[in-house]
């Protein structure tokens, strides 16, 4: 286990650039995620923290439209040779949030799936109302579990929190034996996973 859990991902609705802060239970920073402005392709650089900008992980497409695509995750800046990797499941995503999260051979190793897809259809219905639409974040809270392909237990859960300008998320690990590269490209998905679905409403 990487981090003692559980993790609080937040970020600020109104940026420029999309900025993730990841802290532990002890709320220390321990993952800070930054996306490139205005890149035609999703490029996504993990950090330490705000203040250390050695890179210890990266988030890759090759392609340009997003809609399908599939996200490599990198270990630091070497992009030579994928850890794993997250994909959309076909058009089940427009109503329902389905994701696949493939190992280095690019086999299905995990699938995050949304447990209630009305949830976040009305949250999203709630953000669009003026002046309302700020206080949804204190209403409406999707949940997601990670779950391995194998098995089909559930290995991590993430839980949209009460949160106001900002939206925050918890993480919680259930499998306390996952291994430290599972748990890497479980928290790489989820964070690509919050980006698509932010994006896309």
Request: aromatic share 12%; hydrophobic share 40%; glycine share 4%.
């Amino acid at each position: 286990m990487l981090h003692q859990y559980p993790l609080q991902i937040r970020f600020k609705l109104i940026a420029l650039a999309p900025r993730f802060s990841i802290t532990d239970s002890s709320n220390k920073e321990v993952l800070y995620i930054e996306q490139k402005v205005l890149a035609i392709r999703e490029a996504i650089r993990v950090y330490n923290n705000q203040n250390d900008k050695n890179q210890v992980y990266g988030i890759k497409t090759p392609q340009i439209l997003d809609f399908g695509a599939q996200y490599f995750f990198y270990s630091g800046t070497d992009e030579a040779t994928p850890i794993g990797s997250i994909k959309q499941e076909g058009l089940k995503t427009i109503f329902k949030a389905t994701y696949n999260i493939l190992d280095q051979a690019n086999n299905i190793k995990f699938t995050i799936k949304e447990n209630d897809p009305w949830v976040r259809f009305i949250d999203f219905l709630f953000t669009q109302v003026p002046f309302l639409g700020i206080f949804a974040g204190y209403l409406f809270h999707p949940t997601y579990n990670v779950i391995d392909s194998q098995t089909n237990k559930t290995v991590m859960v993430l839980k949209k929190v009460p949160s106001f300008l900002e939206r925050q998320f918890s993480v919680e690990l259930i499998d306390q034996n996952i291994s430290p590269v599972d748990e890497v490209n479980c928290l790489l998905g989820i964070i690509m996973m919050i980006q698509l679905q932010r994006s896309r409403g």
